[in-house]
T-cell receptor
Framework: DSGVTQTPKHLITATGQRVTLRCSPRSGDLSVYWYQQSLDQGLQFLIQYYNGEERAKGNILERFSAQQFPDLHSELNLSSLELGDSALYFC???????????????FGEGSRLTVL | LAKTTQPISMDSYEGQEVNITCSHNNIATNDYITWYQQFPSQGPRFIIQGYKTKVTNEVASLFIPADRKSSTLSLPRVSLSDTAVYYCLVGGSGGSYIPTFGRGTSLIVHP
């Protein structure tokens, strides 16, 4: 158990819909990362927050948005869903921003999104 | 950002030692080398991290030559449960480092 909690674990929805994925980081971790993993794209970085502020953006679509709340949990909002958005969405946390020397990212179990 | 190159796939048999090499020719002075393991439908899990020479923990060893342009993850006596994708990441401490996962190496351990 990494200590990172993601909900829901599975989500099935239709094209055009909007969903929200939730992530609770490990206790004390200030940094949250979101990744998307699909079969043909591998693990793609989407966005990072540190202590409530956006710190870095990757290949995140304009239809997607995220935020980190004062209690440090984060939400990833996906709107106008398309078939191609079907993927595993992972949240990871770490104690510091960009802190490689302290060790690792702690990943959640992921949220599997299926868009029909 | 240092680019990494690792084999797409490897096969091994139970009980063998597996070595996965990662090339990172443009590694920067402050960059660390980190390896993750990912099982199907699970999030990646940290295995080991190093800066130079050799690092060993209860799971694996990491060998880094003096020029640091490559690194080798060594898994001793693999079992079927070591079948997973292994990712090599290179990046520096602090600043704007974003852990970037390539396609990784898919290791299949056969009975």
């Amino acid at each position: 158990d990494s200590g990172v909690t993601q909900t829901p674990k599975h989500l099935i929805t239709a094209t055009g819909q909007r969903v929200t994925l939730r992530c609770s980081p490990r206790s004390g971790d200030l940094s949250v990362y979101w990744y998307q993993q699909s079969l043909d794209q591998g693990l793609q970085f989407l966005i990072q927050y540190y202590n409530g502020e956006e710190r870095a953006k990757g290949n995140i679509l304009e239809r997607f948005s995220a935020q980190q709340f004062p209690d440090l949990h984060s939400e990833l909002n996906l709107s106008s869903l398309e078939l191609g958005d079907s993927a595993l969405y992972f949240c990871a946390s770490s104690p510091l921003w960009g802190a490689v020397d302290t060790g690792e990212l702690f990943f959640g179990e992921g949220s599997r999104l299926t868009v029909l | 950002l240092a680019k990494t190159t690792q084999p797409i796939s490897m096969d091994s048999y139970e009980g063998q030692e597996v070595n996965i090499t990662c090339s990172h020719n443009n590694i920067a002075t402050n960059d660390y080398i980190t390896w993750y393991q990912q099982f199907p439908s699970q999030g990646p899990r940290f295995i080991i991290q190093g800066y130079k020479t050799k690092v060993t923990n209860e799971v694996a060893s990491l060998f880094i030559p003096a020029d640091r342009k490559s690194s080798t993850l060594s898994l001793p006596r693999v079992s079927l449960s070591d079948t997973a994708v292994y990712y090599c990441l290179v990046g520096g401490s602090g600043g704007s480092y974003i852990p970037t996962f390539g396609r990784g190496t898919s290791l299949i351990v056969h009975p």
